[in-house]
């Protein structure tokens, strides 16, 4: 079998350009709220079918809804998240939980940097396509399948997304 990739990574794609230029239209929290419900909905379930025992990325979720709540501070928040990146970590060599337990990290990481946002449709879209279509397809179908995934992603976020919205987020983007 041949290395699996972990995520994807054309940042010049015109889908991940659009979705880009759509997040940077919304507020931090906006697009914070979209992310965390995105993976606790989408990718949760994923990890869960790997690791039902693992409890660390639905906690990340949960925390990071109670810190969007403000009911936890974002140092706590922060803590939970390297939680979850332990998790990931630990998930080495189960590709579909790792590559969950990275888009969870992602979505939660927003709440201190909306860049993180678009790290949801490299590994998200990469990982419901492995789960899709399995470890073996062809590099073709899972990428096709993971592009559809980022279009539903962006239609999605559209849906939420706030016309005119006033102060939206200042994005630098890393990738």
Same mark, same amino acid.
């Given at each position: 079998m041949p290395k699996l990739r972990k995520m994807l990574n054309d940042v010049s794609a015109d889908y991940i350009q659009s979705f880009m230029r759509l997040i940077e239209t919304q507020s931090k929290?906006?697009?914070? #709220?979209? /992310?965390?419900?995105?993976?606790?909905?989408?990718?949760l379930p994923l990890w869960l079918?790997? &690791?039902?025992?693992?409890?660390?990325?639905?906690e990340t979720l949960l925390a990071?809804?109670? &810190?969007?709540?403000g009911k936890l501070k974002l140092a706590d928040a922060k803590k939970?998240? #390297?939680? /979850?990146?332990?998790?990931?970590?630990?998930?080495e060599g189960n590709h579909i939980a790792q590559g969950a337990a990275r888009t969870?990290?992602?979505?939660?990481?927003?709440?201190?940097?909306? $860049?993180?946002?678009? $790290?949801?449709a490299f590994y998200g879209g990469l990982t419901i396509a492995y789960s899709q279509k399995g470890l073996d397809a062809p590099w073709e179908v899972l990428e096709q399948t993971a592009i559809e995934e980022c279009l539903k992603m962006q239609e999605s976020f559209a849906k939420i997304?706030?016309?005119?919205?006033?102060?939206?987020? #200042?994005?630098?983007?890393?990738c």
């Open positions: 929290e906006t697009i914070a #709220k979209w /992310c965390v419900s995105y993976a606790k909905f989408n990718i079918q790997e &690791f039902p025992q693992d409890t660390r990325p639905a990071m809804e109670e &810190f969007l709540n939970q998240i #390297k939680e /979850c990146r332990a998790a990931a970590r630990e998930a969870i990290d992602a979505a939660s990481s927003t709440i201190h940097n909306s $860049a993180s946002a678009i $790290a949801i997304a706030i016309a005119d919205e006033p102060n939206p987020a #200042k994005i630098e983007w890393n």
